[in-house]
C-alpha cells in the first residue's frame, strides 16, 4: 500500500543536541511538506519542497534544517537554535502536477526535548 | 493560523445529535479541504471544496463552502462515536501551490 512513513513515533533528545526526523513516501508525488503541530494551535509549515533538490521556508523554520536529495525523502533536522522544539511533527506530501491536490499525511512524530 | 479560524473549539453531543462545525478564512480561499485526527495521529483527508456553493457528502459528513463569505462548514448527521476526533480544516490561500495553512481544530466527543 502506498503511503508515507514517519520514524521514530516517539522521539526523547537532551538540549542542546540536533535530531533528524524522518519521512518517506511511495506514492511518487513531487511536493513535500513539514507541519508542525503544539496543543490547541492548528498546523504550522516549517518545510516544504515542490521539487527535488529544492525546498522552501515555511511560516516558522528558523531552527529547522531539511534535505531533498531523493523524491521519496524529506527529512527534517531540528537544531538546537530551535527554542521550543518539543511538539509533534508531521510529514506530508502531494501530487504537484495536480492544483489542489489534498496533502497525505504520515502518522507524526512525537519530539521531547528536556 | 489566525487566517483561519474554526469554531466551535470543542464540542460534547449525544450519540445521534447531528452538529456543525465551521471554517471561516480572513482570505480569499483557493481550495478548503477538511480533515480528521485522531489524538497523536496524523490527519485523514475526509473532503475537498473548490468552488463556491459546492457541497459534498461522504456517509454522514456533509461539507458546503461559502465562497462569498470565505467561510465552510462541515454537518455531521445522527452522529456516532466513531465520529469523535479533531476535526481541521485547511486551505489554500496561495493560488494553487497547495501551501496550506490550518484552523485549530474542532475537538468532537461523542457520548453513548
Known amino acids: 500500500d502506498g503511503g508515507i512513513t514517519q520514524s521514530p513515533k516517539y522521539l526523547f533528545r537532551k538540549e542542546g543536541q540536533n535530531v533528524t526526523l524522518s519521512c518517506e513516501q511511495n506514492?511518487?508525488?513531487?511536493?513535500m511538506y513539514w507541519y508542525r503541530q503544539d496543543p490547541g494551535q492548528g498546523l504550522r509549515l516549517i518545510y516544504y519542497?515542490?521539487?527535488?533538490?529544492?525546498?522552501q521556508k515555511g511560516d516558522i523554520a528558523e531552527g529547522y534544517s531539511v534535505s531533498r536529495e531523493k523524491k521519496e525523502s524529506f527529512p527534517l533536522t531540528v537544531t538546537s537554535a530551535q527554542k521550543n522544539p518539543t511538539a509533534f511533527y508531521l510529514c506530508?506530501?502531494?501530487?504537484?502536477?495536480?492544483?489542489?491536490?489534498?496533502?497525505?499525511f504520515g502518522n507524526g512524530t512525537r519530539l521531547t526535548v528536556t | 493560523s489566525q487566517e483561519l479560524e474554526q469554531s466551535p473549539q470543542s464540542l460534547i453531543v449525544q450519540e445521534g445529535k447531528n452538529l456543525t462545525i465551521n471554517c471561516t478564512s480572513s482570505?480569499?480561499?483557493?481550495?478548503l479541504y477538511w480533515y480528521k485526527q485522531k489524538y497523536g495521529e496524523g490527519l485523514i483527508f475526509l473532503m475537498m471544496?473548490?468552488?463556491?456553493?459546492e457541497e459534498k457528502s461522504h456517509e454522514k459528513i456533509t461539507a458546503k463552502l461559502d465562497e462569498k463569505k470565505q467561510q465552510s462548514s462541515l454537518h455531521i448527521t445522527a452522529s456516532q462515536p466513531s465520529h469523535a476526533g479533531i476535526y481541521l480544516c485547511?486551505?489554500?490561500?496561495?493560488?494553487?501551490?497547495?501551501?496550506?495553512?490550518f484552523g485549530a481544530g474542532t475537538r468532537l466527543a461523542v457520548h453513548p
Open positions: 506530508a506530501s502531494s501530487d504537484r502536477g495536480t492544483r489542489n491536490s489534498p496533502l497525505h
Open positions: 506514492l511518487n508525488h513531487d511536493a
Open positions: 519542497s515542490q521539487i527535488v533538490n529544492d525546498f
Open positions: 482570505k480569499t480561499l483557493y481550495g
Open positions: 471544496l473548490q468552488k463556491g456553493g
Open positions: 485547511g486551505a489554500d490561500l496561495s493560488g494553487g501551490y497547495n501551501k496550506l495553512i
